[in-house]
């Protein structure tokens, strides 16, 4: 089953109505103490920035891009109405120091902030499931 989540935010009433999709979050089975990365698709309706990523279930956050891994602030830019594939090979985030094992099946709950251009934030609540690969991949869905 894909999990879709999609997010209408609301921000004061003399900026916009921004809208946030996030697809398939997930991550990896991991060891207490060891990394995992997180994967997602990540859509907005007005151009923003990911500037900060926290979570219970980690020590330590990055952002990988390509080889390179960028702790706080990042920022990662994100275009509006692009998809932002977050996979292996591009951008991604890294958990470091994890607080326990995760194990498939579990879930792990992240907030992105998002920074607008007008200086406003938001938080962006993701529920990632910890599995083996992605949700597309467990069904025969390929993307191009």
């Known amino acids: 089953?894909?999990?879709?989540?999609?997010?209408?935010?609301?921000?004061?009433?003399w900026s916009f109505a921004a809208v946030i999709t996030?697809?398939?979050p997930w991550m990896r089975p991991a060891a207490r103490g060891a990394s995992t990365d997180v994967f997602m698709e990540l859509t907005?309706?007005?151009?923003?920035?990911?500037?900060?990523?926290?979570t219970p279930a980690a020590a330590k956050i990055a952002v990988a891009k390509g080889s390179r891994r960028v702790a706080p602030p990042f920022p990662v830019d994100l275009v509006a109405q692009e998809t932002l594939l977050m996979r292996d090979a591009g951008t991604h985030i890294v958990l470091s120091g994890l607080a326990r094992a995760l194990k498939r099946g579990d879930r792990v709950p992240l907030t992105l902030v998002l920074a607008y251009a007008d200086g406003t934030t938001q938080d962006i609540e993701v529920d990632a499931e910890v599995r083996r690969r992605s949700p597309s991949e467990d069904h025969g869905v390929h993307r191009h």
């Open 1 to 13: 089953m894909h999990r879709l989540l999609c997010l209408v935010a609301l921000l004061p009433a």
């Open 22 to 24: 996030v697809n398939e």
């Open 44 to 54: 907005v309706s007005e151009r923003a920035a990911i500037v900060d990523i926290r």
